[in-house]
T-cell receptor, first 111, second 116 residues
Framework: DAKTTQPPSMDCAEGRAANLPCNHSTISGNEYVYWYRQIHSQGPQYIIHGLKNNETNEMASLIITEDRKSSTLILPHATLRDTAVYYCIVGLMDSSYKLIFGSGTRLLVRP | GAVVSQHPSRVICKSGTSVKIECRSLDFQATTMFWYRQFPKQSLMLMATSNEGSKATYEQGVEKDKFLINHASLTLSTLTVTSAHPEDSSFYIC????????????FGPGTRLTVL
């Protein structure tokens, strides 16, 4: 499975955009980029995923570089409830579909 | 989104006993379920993948005789920690999906196991 590299921690001010980077230089052509987050002592929560194109949903935007070797998750207006560990994961979307979690980025949203 | 539940949420047991954790998909049929373990301040570690009606596929280093997984129906998977020891104390999380329908895994709230 392709591995990802994320900064261990970041912080941002409440109401500002949080931009979380992820490197996945060994991603293969048919692997997707997924983002999940885990709030303390809870199960992970799906945020967004993409293959090549940028994606946006009600939670976040995902920007994938043209060479697909890196991506950025954007939370446009971070709130205190967005404080969590964010995981960037690459994987296939087929019968072998499984998520291998790395160490993630601990995002702290400051009041 | 789809909902996955786990029972119990917390369990404390004595060393040497077995503990069963249930994972249920409440509003969808899950052909595939996953079990993860998470130690304090660490990331989730995938233990095994189970497909309904088939034997589970365990990740390297996970003892299948110690962590028994049963996925007998499309809405229920169970993880039994046999002869539990203090080092098995951890946060166990399941997830479920039907990959032909959904583009994501739906995670349960987790079960905190403490072995005394």
């Amino acid at each position: 499975d392709a591995k990802t590299t994320q900064p261990p921690s970041m912080d941002c001010a409440e109401g500002r955009a949080a931009n979380l980077p992820c490197n996945h230089s060994t991603i293969s052509g048919n692997e997707y980029v997924y983002w999940y987050r885990q709030i303390h002592s809870q199960g992970p929560q799906y945020i967004i995923h993409g293959l090549k194109n940028n994606e946006t949903n009600e939670m976040a935007s995902l920007i994938i570089t043209e060479d697909r070797k890196s991506s950025t998750l954007i939370l446009p207006h971070a709130t205190l409830r967005d404080t969590a560990v964010y995981y960037c994961i690459v994987g296939l979307m087929d019968s072998s579909y499984k998520l291998i979690f790395g160490s993630g980025t601990r995002l702290l949203v400051r009041p | 989104g789809a909902v996955v539940s786990q029972h119990p949420s917390r369990v404390i047991c004595k060393s040497g006993t077995s503990v069963k954790i249930e994972c249920r998909s409440l509003d969808f049929q899950a052909t595939t379920m996953f079990w993860y373990r998470q130690f304090p301040k660490q990331s989730l570690m995938l233990m095994a993948t189970s497909n309904e009606g088939s034997k589970a596929t365990y990740e390297q280093g996970v003892e299948k005789d110690k962590f028994l997984i049963n996925h007998a129906s499309l809405t229920l998977s169970t993880l039994t920690v046999t002869s539990a020891h203090p080092e098995d104390s951890s946060f166990y999380i399941c997830s479920a999906t039907e990959f032909t329908v959904y583009n994501e895994q739906f995670f349960g709230p987790g079960t905190r196991l403490t072995v005394l």
